[in-house]
C-alpha cells in the first residue's frame, strides 16, 4: 500500500492550493482520512481529517479556510486550502488508516509529504 501525495508549492498569502493523495495497493478497505503538517522547528500537527462516512474534523487554526473532501471510490482525500496566510507554510503529509491484504487489521500509512510555502 502506498499513499501518493500532490499539489503543493509557492503561493502569495490570500491564494489558494489543493492537495490531493491517491491510496493505492491491495486495499480492502480505507478508514478514516487525514492531513498533517510539519513546519520547520515544530512538531507534526493535525490540520482535518474525515471519516469514511464524510465526517469532517479540523484544527481550530484552519477552520473556515481549509476543506477536507475525499472520494471513496478513488480512495483519493482531497485538502482545499485558501485563504492562505503564511504561517501554513509547513511540509503537508496524508494519513490513512487502511486494512488491505498486508494489513488484514489495519495499518497507519503516510504519504511522502508536500511542501507548501506560502510567502510574497
Known amino acids: 500500500v502506498q499513499l501518493q501525495a500532490c499539489g503543493g508549492g509557492l503561493v502569495q498569502p490570500g491564494g489558494s492550493l489543493r492537495l490531493s493523495c491517491a491510496a493505492s495497493g491491495r486495499i480492502f478497505w480505507i478508514n478514516a482520512m487525514g492531513w498533517y503538517r510539519q513546519a520547520p522547528g515544530k512538531q507534526r500537527e493535525l490540520v482535518a481529517d474525515i471519516t469514511s462516512g464524510g465526517r469532517a474534523n479540523y484544527a481550530d487554526s484552519v477552520k473556515g479556510r481549509f476543506t477536507i473532501s475525499r472520494d471513496n471510490a478513488k480512495n483519493t482525500v482531497f485538502l482545499q486550502m485558501n485563504s492562505l496566510k503564511p504561517e501554513d507554510t509547513a511540509v503537508y503529509y496524508c494519513?490513512?488508516?487502511?486494512?488491505?491484504?498486508?494489513?488484514?487489521?489495519?495499518?497507519?500509512?503516510w504519504g511522502q509529504g508536500t511542501q507548501v510555502t506560502v510567502s510574497s
Open positions: 494519513n490513512a488508516g487502511i486494512q488491505s491484504r498486508d494489513a488484514p487489521l489495519g495499518y497507519e500509512y
